[in-house]
């Protein structure tokens, strides 16, 4: 494929309604994503790498999920409170807040979530998505 120039505001703008986390589906609110570039298909919806812009409205909030691609979120606007669960007990092990120009690394098959803090203003990120595979060693 030749190089490709997207334009974000060309890029149809996707509400999230569901995430899936352990067989059940948790709501999600005021959240929608823009999949800037996509490659491949891991066999369950999702591409093997992708480059998603995701906006929040105020107060807008992903709810505990968790997923094989390692995630990156690069925080473009406003402030985001994130959370790490524990896989066992889905009890909050670790709570940070990402502003503009701050960066999220989001390891294969944590547990987590997030929230824009601002209850007035929409928040946006950059998100990347890669599944690794790791080399099996005789």
């Given at each position: 494929?030749?190089?490709?120039?997207?334009k974000?505001?060309?890029?149809?703008?996707?509400?999230?309604?569901?995430?899936?986390?352990?067989?059940?589906?948790?709501?999600?609110?005021?959240?929608?994503?823009?999949?800037?570039?996509?490659?491949?298909?891991?066999?369950?919806?999702?591409p093997?790498?992708?480059?998603?812009l995701?906006?929040?409205?105020?107060?807008?909030?992903?709810?505990?999920?968790?997923?094989?691609?390692?995630?990156?979120?690069?925080?473009?606007?406003?402030?985001?409170?994130?959370?790490?669960?524990?896989?066992?007990?889905?009890?909050?092990?670790?709570?940070?807040?990402?502003?503009?120009?701050?960066?999220?690394?989001?390891?294969?098959?944590?547990?987590?979530?997030?929230?824009?803090?601002?209850?007035?203003?929409?928040?946006?990120?950059?998100?990347?998505?890669?599944?690794?595979?790791?080399?099996?060693?005789?």
């Open positions: 494929n030749p190089m490709d120039l997207v974000w505001q060309n890029v149809e703008d996707i509400k999230i309604a569901k995430f899936p986390y352990k067989g059940e589906q948790y709501d999600v609110k005021g959240i929608s994503v823009r999949w800037l570039s996509k490659f491949g298909d891991d066999g369950t919806g999702y093997e790498y992708g480059l998603r995701f906006t929040a409205q105020p107060g807008g909030e992903i709810p505990i999920h968790n997923h094989f691609y390692i995630q990156t979120m690069h925080i473009l606007s406003g402030r985001f409170e994130c959370y790490q669960f524990d896989p066992q007990t889905d009890q909050k092990t670790k709570t940070c807040v990402a502003a503009a120009g701050e960066t999220v690394v989001v390891p294969s098959l944590e547990p987590h979530g997030m929230r824009n803090l601002s209850e007035t203003e929409p928040a946006t990120f950059l998100c990347c998505i890669c599944n690794v595979y790791e080399k099996e060693t005789m």
